[in-house]
């Protein structure tokens, strides 16, 4: 196998560097005897004294020594004068390996050669054709110097203008250089050592699997000439309680986490290593930090019993009062993607209070995430796009690399059964900090919708072979973001976001025969959206599904968007939670009055969920199914001290009561006050004889005591 080192060139403007030249007789008939206007091979380790090597040493851009050549920007421009040649020489201080070939690409005008320490002679030029070139360094006696250097010379003729593009050289077998990486668990951090070599830097690369084809950049290792042989990655720290946090440093990536399986590998650094380059690395040096005595218990979620238990979606107590801050922690269950700082700031009031993080579950962009102690500001996309079998392609896309774009919200398609599943399961746990999150909400965990192209998926254009493409894909990712979850010391909850969940043709399911997500959340529960409603048909479909869910042990959240003064949707929504409300099932609403008074950054709090209260528990689970729960049209759940009907239906409904009872009547709500008061309020209203249930409406019933 051979190991490749990309030598491209650099942006900038270099100053023309003149060396001595070998001969003054100009002989234009060949490459070959012009090539005695170079400098002497015997005075190339010479020419610069070791204490003025650069930091990057062979730059295209920035020749060893050089003649009539210009930089400009990437490219390098070479300009014969009537009488002399124009010429660029590069230094590569070898690595562990056997040079082979000198790959390089610019004018059809130029000669590339290589310096042969056998014969103490440049080798025989060889032509670009066709905009590019190789030379063979097998061929030569000896391509290395007593300095262990190889010199590779480009060369422009006589009254000839031509532009270096690009020089690559081509290594036999992979290098080794017995890097060691060793776990420091009382200083909390990785150790790499390494063999020294001659190199004037080292790029540390790093990544959470073992076969990654572009594991991130995490450092340049130069601080003397040779470079040093030694590196040391920390956990970052929270200096407010001194638990670890996911944190990143000034270039954005991210530091070390424990408990998270690292593989390292480290390059001589010739030039710098664009994005285009292809690096084939040698062995990689695997350690783990110990997760020590770390916080390994994780928060359990609150069981449901006869109270409305609220998961919000992102409370940000910078916005808020202290009351509000105090009435959060002490009477929600807990909200999404807030700083770690913020956490504290509920956690002080009740230490258990639940934080998720956030990710994209099936696709990757230009996405800003909470990490630790801030926003990551997009810094992974850099990684993440060089990976291009992580993403779907479609031929014939307009995308970059002909990937498949999410046109909502301008994100990549992810495959997920691709390599795309092991950087996910492994950056939620590098995220998750010793004190932050709880868990995570993965979104985007269903089939994706609004696409370009609208058929992203191989085979017939209907759902049928879209579900069957992208089901077992989907299953593949969860179970192995699962599998790693659970084997984690903080076990994290892993919550995906379902959607709103009513596609028919779905088989899509958050649990297998051999694992299971902690929950999902189910979007538009209830109704598309207020006044817009499902078909009694997807209306049971959604309800099926949840009850399933929950049946397998799943927590379910049940986001709704509301309109307060539209108070039959309200408790329309609210009763179809009712009928499945079962241990573990929590609600989140997001209200609007039409007035912009009610804002989903603070609490939000409605006079039903204190007057469910008044039901009691149920005698029973919820049912299987929502069939189950049918009566006379109607879909019916008994409580403690009442019962609950639902009217999903395009048509009014009735429904005989027995005896004197009382019905549920609310009023306002929204967000909770400054001064950590609710809005709202409730009543119970006598009523007898038959009820007529409007259409998509809902009676919540309460029996008069006695």
Same mark, same amino acid.
């Given at each position: 196998?051979?190991?490749?080192?990309? #030598?491209?060139?650099?942006?900038?403007?270099?100053?023309?560097?003149?060396?001595?030249?070998?001969?003054?007789?100009?002989?234009?008939?060949?490459?070959?005897?012009?090539? =005695?206007?170079?400098?002497?091979?015997?005075?190339?380790?010479?020419?610069?004294?070791?204490?003025?090597?650069?930091?990057?040493?062979?730059?295209?851009?920035?020749?060893?020594?050089?003649?009539?050549? %210009?930089?400009?920007?990437?490219?390098?421009?070479?300009?014969?004068?009537?009488?002399?040649?124009?010429? /660029?020489?590069?230094?590569?201080?070898?690595?562990?390996?056997?040079?082979?070939?000198?790959?390089?690409?610019?004018?059809?005008? %130029?000669?590339?050669?290589?310096?042969?320490?056998?014969?103490?002679?440049?080798?025989?030029?060889?032509?670009?054709?066709?905009?590019?070139?190789?030379?063979?360094?097998?061929?030569?006696?000896?391509?290395?110097?007593?300095?262990?250097?190889?010199?590779?010379?480009?060369?422009?003729?006589?009254?000839?203008?031509?532009?270096?593009?690009?020089?690559? *050289?081509?290594?036999?077998?992979?290098?080794?250089?017995?890097?060691?990486?060793?776990?420091?668990?009382?200083?909390?951090?990785?150790?790499?050592?390494?063999?020294?070599?001659?190199?004037?830097?080292?790029?540390?690369?790093?990544?959470?699997?073992?076969?990654?084809?572009?594991?991130?950049?995490?450092?340049?290792?130069?601080?003397?000439?040779?470079?040093?042989?030694?590196?040391?990655?920390?956990?970052?720290?929270?200096?407010?309680?001194?638990?670890?946090?996911? +944190?990143?440093?000034?270039?954005?990536?991210?530091?070390?986490?424990?408990?998270?399986?690292?593989?390292?590998?480290?390059?001589?650094?010739?030039?710098?290593?664009?994005?285009?380059?292809? %690096?084939?690395?040698?062995?990689?040096?695997?350690?783990?930090?110990?997760? $020590?005595?770390?916080?390994?218990?994780?928060?359990?979620?609150?069981?449901?019993?006869?109270?409305? %238990?609220?998961?919000?979606?992102?409370?940000?107590?910078?916005?808020?009062?202290?009351?509000?801050?105090?009435?959060?922690?002490?009477?929600?269950?807990?909200?999404? +993607?807030?700083? +770690? $700082?913020?956490?504290?700031?509920?956690?002080?009031?009740?230490?258990?209070?639940?934080?998720?993080?956030?990710?994209?579950?099936? =696709?990757?962009?230009?996405?800003?995430?909470?990490?630790?102690?801030?926003?990551?500001?997009?810094?992974?996309?850099? !990684?993440?796009?060089?990976?291009?079998?992580?993403?779907?392609?479609?031929?014939?896309?307009?995308?970059?690399?002909?990937?498949?774009?999410?046109?909502?919200?301008?994100?990549?398609?992810?495959?997920?059964?691709?390599?795309?599943?092991?950087?996910?399961?492994?950056?939620?746990?590098?995220?998750?900090?010793?004190? !932050?999150?709880?868990?995570?909400?993965?979104?985007?965990?269903?089939?994706?919708?609004?696409?370009?192209?609208?058929?992203?998926?191989?085979?017939?254009?209907?759902?049928?072979?879209?579900?069957?493409?992208?089901?077992?894909? #989907?299953?593949?990712?969860?179970?192995?973001?699962?599998?790693?979850?659970?084997?984690?010391?903080?076990?994290?909850?892993?919550?995906?976001?379902?959607?709103?969940?009513?596609?028919?043709?779905?088989?899509?399911?958050?649990?297998?025969?051999?694992?299971?997500?902690?929950?999902?959340?189910?979007?538009?529960?209830? !109704?598309?959206?207020?006044?817009?409603?499902?078909?009694?048909?997807?209306?049971?479909?959604?309800?099926?599904?949840?009850?399933?869910?929950?049946?397998? @042990?799943? /927590?379910?959240?049940?986001?709704?968007?509301?309109?307060?003064?539209?108070?039959?949707?309200?408790?329309?929504?609210?009763?179809?939670?009712?009928?499945?409300?079962?241990?573990?099932?929590?609600?989140?609403?997001?209200?609007?009055?039409?007035?912009?008074?009610?804002?989903?950054?603070?609490?939000?709090?409605?006079?039903?969920?204190?007057?469910?209260?008044? *039901?009691?528990?149920?005698?029973?689970?919820?049912?299987?199914?929502?069939?189950?729960?049918?009566?006379?049209?109607?879909?019916?759940?008994?409580?403690?001290? @009442?019962?609950?009907?639902?009217?999903?239906?395009?048509?009014?409904?009735?429904?005989?009561?027995?005896?004197?009872?009382? +019905?549920?009547?609310?009023? $306002?709500?929204?967000?909770?006050?400054?001064?950590?008061?609710?809005?709202?309020?409730?009543?119970?209203?006598?009523?007898?004889?038959?009820?007529? #249930?409007?259409? !998509?409406?809902?009676?919540?019933?309460?029996?008069?005591?006695?």
């Amino acid at each position: 196998m051979s190991f490749a080192i990309r #030598l491209t060139i650099a942006a900038g403007l270099a100053a023309l560097t003149a060396c001595a030249a070998q001969g003054s007789t100009v002989d234009t008939s060949t490459p070959q005897t012009l090539a =005695g206007q170079l400098p002497l091979v015997t005075s190339l380790d010479g020419l610069r004294d070791a204490a003025e090597v650069g930091y990057y040493d062979v730059d295209c851009g920035d020749p060893y020594a050089a003649l009539g050549v %210009l930089r400009d920007g990437a490219i390098l421009h070479m300009y014969g004068t009537s009488d002399d040649i124009a010429y /660029a020489v590069y230094r590569v201080i070898q690595p562990a390996g056997t040079p082979v070939t000198v790959e390089c690409g610019g004018s059809e005008v %130029l000669w590339v050669l290589a310096a042969d320490y056998s014969a103490q002679r440049w080798s025989w030029a060889q032509p670009f054709t066709g905009g590019q070139t190789q030379l063979d360094l097998s061929a030569l006696g000896d391509a290395t110097s007593p300095e262990g250097n190889v010199y590779v010379a480009v060369l422009c003729p006589p009254a000839q203008e031509g532009t270096l593009t690009q020089m690559r *050289l081509l290594y036999d077998g992979t290098p080794d250089y017995n890097l060691v990486a060793t776990p420091d668990e009382e200083r909390g951090a990785i150790v790499l050592t390494w063999d020294q070599g001659l190199a004037a830097a080292y790029e540390v690369l790093r990544s959470t699997m073992p076969d990654d084809p572009w594991p991130r950049h995490v450092a340049m290792v130069a601080e003397s000439y040779p470079a040093q042989n030694t590196w040391t990655e920390f956990v970052a720290t929270d200096p407010a309680d001194g638990t670890w946090v996911a +944190k990143e440093d000034t270039e954005g990536w991210p530091w070390i986490a424990p408990g998270v399986d690292y593989y390292y590998w480290i390059s001589p650094v010739y030039t710098a290593r664009q994005p285009s380059a292809t %690096l084939e690395l040698g062995p990689a040096a695997h350690a783990t930090l110990p997760w $020590g005595s770390r916080r390994s218990v994780r928060r359990e979620l609150p069981v449901v019993t006869s109270q409305t %238990l609220v998961f919000a979606d992102q409370l940000l107590p910078d916005d808020m009062s202290p009351q509000q801050v105090q009435w959060c922690a002490e009477n929600l269950v807990g909200t999404q +993607k807030i700083f +770690k $700082g913020q956490a504290d700031e509920f956690r002080a009031w009740n230490p258990d209070f639940m934080v998720l993080g956030y990710h994209l579950g099936v =696709g990757a962009g230009e996405i800003g995430n909470v990490s630790g102690l801030s926003w990551d500001s997009d810094a992974d996309w850099l !990684h993440l796009s060089l990976h291009d079998g992580w993403f779907i392609t479609v031929e014939g896309s307009s995308q970059p690399q002909q990937r498949a774009v999410q046109q909502d919200w301008n994100w990549y398609l992810t495959d997920p059964a691709s390599g795309w599943q092991d950087y996910l399961a492994t950056n939620l746990l590098e995220m998750i900090g010793e004190n !932050h999150f709880d868990g995570w909400f993965v979104d985007s965990c269903s089939e994706p919708w609004n696409t370009d192209p609208a058929q992203w998926w191989p085979g017939a254009n209907d759902s049928a072979a879209m579900f069957a493409y992208f089901t077992p894909r #989907l299953s593949s990712m969860l179970k192995k973001v699962n599998t790693l979850a659970k084997a984690h010391p903080l076990k994290p909850y892993i919550i995906p976001n379902a959607g709103n969940y009513v596609t028919t043709l779905s088989d899509i399911r958050y649990y297998g025969a051999d694992w299971a997500c902690d929950g999902i959340m189910v979007e538009g529960y209830g !109704h598309w959206s207020p006044g817009s409603y499902y078909s009694e048909a997807d209306w049971t479909l959604q309800q099926d599904r949840i009850l399933d869910h929950q049946a397998h @042990g799943l /927590a379910t959240i049940l986001q709704s968007s509301i309109f307060t003064p539209d108070q039959q949707d309200q408790l329309f929504v609210f009763a179809s939670y009712l009928l499945v409300r079962d241990v573990h099932t929590y609600i989140n609403w997001l209200g609007d009055d039409g007035l912009d008074t009610i804002w989903s950054n603070l609490p939000q709090w409605y006079p039903e969920f204190d007057a469910a209260v008044d *039901l009691a528990p149920p005698p029973a689970p919820p049912a299987a199914n929502a069939a189950a729960m049918l009566e006379g049209g109607l879909y019916k759940r008994q409580f403690g001290m @009442g019962f609950v009907l639902v009217n999903p239906g395009d048509a009014a409904a009735q429904y005989d009561i027995p005896y004197h009872m009382q +019905k549920l009547a609310v009023s $306002g709500g929204g967000n909770v006050t400054s001064d950590g008061a609710t809005q709202g309020s409730y009543s119970w209203e006598i009523i007898e004889d038959v009820q007529t #249930l409007p259409a !998509h409406s809902a009676l919540i019933i309460l029996d008069i005591l006695d």
